[in-house]
Structure formats: structure tokens, C-alpha cells
């Protein structure tokens, strides 16, 4: 199976090539991926400045005629390395959301596209017993076209995204499979996100943190 999909939803050759050079980049990267968190902060905050300016330049845009649903919309998976590389599309309306979802064995980068977003991140600190995670809050981010952020084992670990204008577009990168090691990951989790409860969250000791239940594979 070829590893593009769906490449006739961009605008024209420059923007297919713009996906094939960022694809290319990200393969990249995941044939070396460093150990190290901060390492690989560093290394997809590059990535996430690549795609910013080909999107800031109009160099990687959607075909004028794109209408998302509200699926999910494949651009590029390929086994890479240790794992696989997957770029997707995230279309969100204005007030839609993804629900608030931890990351395990995977790592990630959402970059505005299209429109504006709030995202909430939440840092993981330890698993605790009966399925429940304290977490750190982090500052609210607001996201404008070639803006992004990036979630880590760790560092940013768990987000909520939510559109604030209409036909808001997210471009999603993320490479999952690299991490098998990590103990706090869920037998559950189905592919690399389980959801967060919410509602019923409480606070935890610290201050700026929280503690958490997790429900089902997202």
C-alpha cells in the first residue's frame, strides 16, 4: 500500500510536495529518535517550525474546495525505524472538541492549518492505583495557521483541543511504537490514547495539578 493518501485535498503540486518534504523530515527523525525527552522536544519544536512556514507561506494549504467532516483524514503512514510515522488531518469546527486523551508509546505534533484553537495540555507525573494519573497543568495555548505544539511520554502529555473558528483544520504528526518500555502505559490504550474523565477530576496535593481517572481506548 503507498504510504499517500488522500493528497488531491491539497491545493496543487506545492503543496504535495510541501507533505512529501515534511513526511520526509519526520521519517527522518524517527530513524533516529534520541531517548532523551528534551531531546525530542527540540527536535519536533524544528519540525513544527518546517511546517509552520510552508503554511504561513501558503506553500502547504487545502484545495479551495476542502470541506472536512468530522473524520479523521489519513495523509501519510509508513513503518519507520522502531515504529511508524502517521500525518493526519483533524477538521473542528467552531466549539467542537477532542475529547481530553493521555499519549503512550506515541508522540505528537498538531499544527494549525486552517482557522484557530484552544488547546489545554496537562504534563503526566505518576500513575497511581485504580487507573487514575496526576497530571500538571500547562499554560491554555491559542493557535493560529503555522502555530503548533507537541505531546511528549511526559511533558505535555495529555490535551484537549477545541476549534474557535469555522472549518478549523489540524494538521496531526505522530510516531508511535518507539517507547515500549514505558511502564505507565495502559494494556488498554488503543492506538497510543486512552480518554481522561474529566468530570471527575479533583485536585491533588500540589498545586497546579490534578488528579485524574482514565476510561477507554480512544
Known amino acids: 500500500m503507498p504510504p499517500y493518501h488522500n493528497e488531491h485535498i491539497l491545493a ?110 496537562y504534563s503526566l507525573l505518576r500513575r497511581l492505583a485504580g487507573d487514575e494519573l496526576e497530571i500538571r497543568e500547562e499554560p491554555v495555548r491559542f493557535v493560529e495557521p503555522g502555530d503548533g505544539v507537541y505531546t511528549l511520554q511526559k511533558r505535555n502529555n495529555i490535551h484537549w483541543q477545541e476549534g474557535l473558528e469555522p472549518g478549523t483544520v489540524l494538521l496531526n504528526i505522530n510516531w508511535q511504537g518507539f517507547f515500549t518500555d514505558n511502564v505507565m502505559a495502559p494494556d488498554r490504550a488503543v492506538h497510543g490514547r486512552c480518554y481522561i474523565d474529566w468530570e471527575r477530576a479533583r485536585p491533588a496535593e500540589r498545586a497546579g495539578c490534578f488528579i485524574v481517572p482514565e476510561v477507554v481506548g480512544a
Request: glycine share 8%; charged share 25%; with cysteine.
Open 12 to 121: 496543487d503540486d506545492a503543496a504535495r510536495n510541501a507533505l512529501r518534504k515534511l513526511a520526509s523530515s519526520c521519517a527522518q527523525f524517527a530513524a533516529a529518535m534520541p531517548d532523551d525527552e528534551e531531546a525530542q522536544g527540540n527536535a519536533l519544536q524544528g519540525l513544527i517550525a518546517e511546517a509552520g512556514e510552508q503554511i504561513r507561506t501558503r506553500t502547504l494549504r487545502l484545495a479551495d474546495n476542502f470541506a472536512g467532516k468530522d473524520e479523521v483524514i489519513r495523509l501519510y503512514k509508513a513503518p519507520v525505524g522502531a515504529g511508524r510515522l502517521k500525518l493526519q488531518l483533524f477538521p473542528l469546527d467552531e466549539g467542537d472538541t477532542h475529547p481530553p486523551h493521555a499519549h503512550y508509546n506515541l508522540i505528537s505534533c498538531q499544527i494549525v492549518l486552517k482557522g484557530r484553537a484552544r488547546i489545554r495540555e
